[in-house]
């Protein structure tokens, strides 16, 4: 799924960094993602290509 999202995002010319971490001790299919920001307009940013990106990811992807 995280391969999807990435293409989907590059496909859009979002080359957004981030991290995620699988939990171990105690805690089963838990992931954390973490995505750094220089402000909150980098949210706003990426609230704007909401459209492109649902295009990018596809009817069947996001489907599920």
Known sequence: MA???????LKI???IPWA???GQ???TN???VLV???S???EDTGLAHEK?????????????
Not at 3 to 9: E, G, H, P, R, T
């Open 3 to 9: 391969k999807l999202y990435q293409d989907a995002y």
């Open 13 to 15: 010319g979002q080359n």
């Open 20 to 22: 995620a971490y699988e």
């Open 25 to 27: 001790s105690g805690v």
């Open 30 to 32: 838990a992931y954390l």
């Open 36 to 38: 750094p920001m220089t």
């Open 40 to 42: 909150l307009k980098d």
């Open 52 to 64: 492109d990106f649902g295009a990018a990811l596809g009817d069947e992807e996001r489907a599920g």
